[in-house]
């Protein structure tokens, strides 16, 4: 999971999240203020992401060659 702050008041969970039954995996974004009123947006994948995939989310700068 991934906690992000999009407005000042405005916080989310992004998430992948992988359907066995239907073998597809989307990417799941919930209100962290309400997380039981389930995804404020889904984004299904053209492919399966794996099981325990894990990203890392670093600023632009840090890259080599990145920018601001």
Not at 5 to 25: P, T
């Amino acid at each position: 999971h991934v906690f992000a702050q999009a407005a000042r008041n405005a916080r989310y969970l992004v998430s992948y999240v992988y359907d066995e039954l239907e073998g597809r995996s989307e990417v799941e974004v919930l209100d962290a203020r309400d997380v039981t009123a389930g995804p404020v947006c889904r984004v299904q994948l053209p492919v399966r992401v794996p099981i325990g995939f894990h990203a890392t989310w670093i600023p632009a700068e840090r890259l080599p060659g990145g920018t601001a």
